[in-house]
């Protein structure tokens, strides 16, 4: 059980976060001053930037943290890269989607995508992701394959997240959402297991997302 101090630390981060991100949603990123962020926070600004290192660090909390080359790295014996993958994010998408606020997530990710700043470092931070994950992928595959690989899984996981993400701001419960996010996540990696060749006709791609739910891929089982 952490310490009192340890807890007043935590209570001061978030308190801070929470702060940021009132008047990040009220007036934009680039509007906002740190110094704004730290009255409102009832901090001093050097006790800020303790905690903090810049302005752009407390509107990314959580983007890019996904260790992808730590679960390929760390796949049980006879998984391939891929499974350990999809295994993660279906854990995700089937687990308790407890501790989600969507209006609040939604709120950030508007944010985000409203402000030039946040767009280019968000994308930096993807990009540092993916090439840790290349790297993790390059012993087994070569450096060009996994380079390539690297890119289509990190391509897929965006689109799973940004789906997710409009689940939510349509209106969906976290438990809606996780449910189509579980589908979407079986469809995506059968496709990038086996390819767009394995869709035939219209809707093919839906069905085998919801074949796969439970683990199976389309013909097994």
Not at 14 to 24: G, H, Q, V
Not at 109 to 133: G, H
Not at 195 to 200: A, I, P, R, Y
């Amino acid at each position: 059980m952490p310490g009192l101090r340890e807890r007043k630390k935590e209570q001061t981060r978030r308190r801070i976060e929470s702060a940021a991100w009132r008047l990040f949603a009220e007036r934009g990123f680039e509007a906002v001053t740190v110094n704004e962020i730290a009255e409102a926070a009832e901090v001093a600004k050097a006790t800020l930037f303790s905690y903090f290192p810049s302005k752009e660090s407390m509107a990314l909390q959580g983007v890019g943290d996904d260790d992808l080359a730590g679960i390929v790295a760390g796949r049980a014996a006879g998984r391939s890269s891929l499974e350990a993958l999809r295994v993660h994010y279906r854990s995700f998408a089937t687990g308790p989607m407890t501790g989600i606020d969507p209006e609040g997530l939604v709120s950030r990710i508007r944010v985000i995508f409203d402000s030039p700043t946040l767009s280019n470092a968000t994308n930096a931070l993807l990009y540092q992701q993916r090439q840790k994950l290349a790297e993790a992928l390059t012993a087994e595959h070569g450096e060009r394959t996994a380079a390539l690989m690297a890119a289509q899984i990190s391509a897929t996981l965006l689109t799973l997240q940004e789906a997710f993400f409009r689940q939510l701001a349509a209106g969906a419960s976290p438990e809606e959402a996780g449910r189509q996010l579980g589908e979407d996540v079986e469809l995506a990696f059968d496709l990038l297991a086996h390819g767009h060749e394995q869709l035939q006709g219209p809707g093919a791609g839906e069905r085998a997302g919801k074949g796969t739910r439970k683990g199976t891929r389309p013909g097994e089982g």
